[in-house]
């Protein structure tokens, strides 16, 4: 472990917006649950959710847009028997890994687009992990439910995230979506198209060679997509980095907006695009003092790290 401690001068247009609220199992922040926490904001707040298996189904309160972080999804777990989070409004969920033993592990069905990032998602039996109207999925993990994403929004977009494991990888019920720069790896039904009315436009993504059927019901391949070919992880049990040779790199969309951090070409999967997970040491505690402060001022922020 190293400490690393960081000063930023922040110049403002006006007073910072929301506070940062700690959620930490020890009783070194705010609050001991992440429920609590939740309960306690206002909305722009952030709670930040240090390390630690918190054993609580967690419901997001309505009409606020609420950040909720976690310390990594390798750290930071929430686990629950039956529904696991139900995200609301514009909130964004970011840095965990979410599972529900029998239940849907993420509902994100109530109102506006939610964001869902740099998550690894387990479902329940027979449920489906994530259920959303439209939302923002980018740089997930859904790994071995029984289906992965079920969506009914034309908001949804479903970009740098693997689906490994699963009966169903996107499922669309509603109206046109777009999947992209995605891993689909040993899957029944990577995509399905509910009926005519509805369309995926599926671009950029890989199709592994032990996947059954890429596309049902109606949904067809597109630009880019890469059928019945093997990503190459260097390890799928523990971090999904690609190998050198992956013919996922450099393969997604060759947009500029989608480039990965160092400015190359979107590297399909959760390593790719301005969302990715990253490959430096990985914050495992953090403190910010002030939470808030006026134009001009200055925070301090600390932060404690370990090597991937």
Not at 17 to 38: F, H
Not at 178 to 196: K, L
Request: proline content about 3%; glycine content about 10%.
């Amino acid at each position: 472990m190293k400490k690393l401690t960081l000063i930023i001068a922040i110049l403002l247009l006006g007073q910072v917006s929301g506070e940062t609220i700690v959620v930490d199992q020890s009783g070194a922040g705010d609050y001991t649950t992440i429920q609590i926490g939740l309960n306690n904001t206002v909305t722009n707040d952030t709670v930040l959710v240090r390390p630690g298996t918190y054993i609580e189904g967690i419901s997001f309160p309505s009409n606020r847009k609420i950040y909720l972080i976690g310390s990594g999804a390798d750290v930071t777990i929430i686990y629950y028997i039956s529904e696991t989070v139900y995200l609301r409004s514009e909130s964004v969920l970011s840095g965990f890994t979410i599972e529900s033993t029998t239940g849907i592990a993420i509902n994100a069905t109530d109102g506006p687009v939610a964001t869902i990032k740099n998550c690894i998602i387990k479902g329940g039996s027979s449920k489906y992990a994530v259920e959303a109207s439209s939302v923002n999925f980018f740089n997930n993990v859904i790994s071995h439910s029984s289906y992965g994403l079920k969506t009914s929004g034309s908001n949804t977009k479903v970009q740098n995230s693997i689906f490994r494991g699963v009966t169903y990888g996107v499922s669309n019920t509603g109206s046109t979506i777009t999947v992209e720069n995605n891993i689909f790896e040993n899957t029944n039904y990577a995509i399905q198209q509910s009926n005519s009315a509805n369309y995926i436009l599926s671009i950029y993504n890989c199709f592994s060679a032990d996947s059954q059927n890429n596309f049902t019901g109606g949904a067809v391949a597109g630009i880019g997509d890469l059928q019945n070919t093997d990503p190459k992880f260097d390890d799928i049990t523990k971090s999904y980095l690609l190998n050198s040779d992956s013919p996922t790199r450099d393969a997604g969309n060759p947009a500029a907006t989608y480039n990965d951090g160092d400015g190359s070409r979107n590297d399909m999967g959760v390593y790719g695009g301005p969302n990715s997970w990253g490959t430096g040491p990985v914050i495992t505690d953090l403190s910010i003092s002030p939470t808030t402060i006026n134009q001009g001022g200055t925070i301090t922020i600390e932060a404690t790290a370990k090597k991937k």
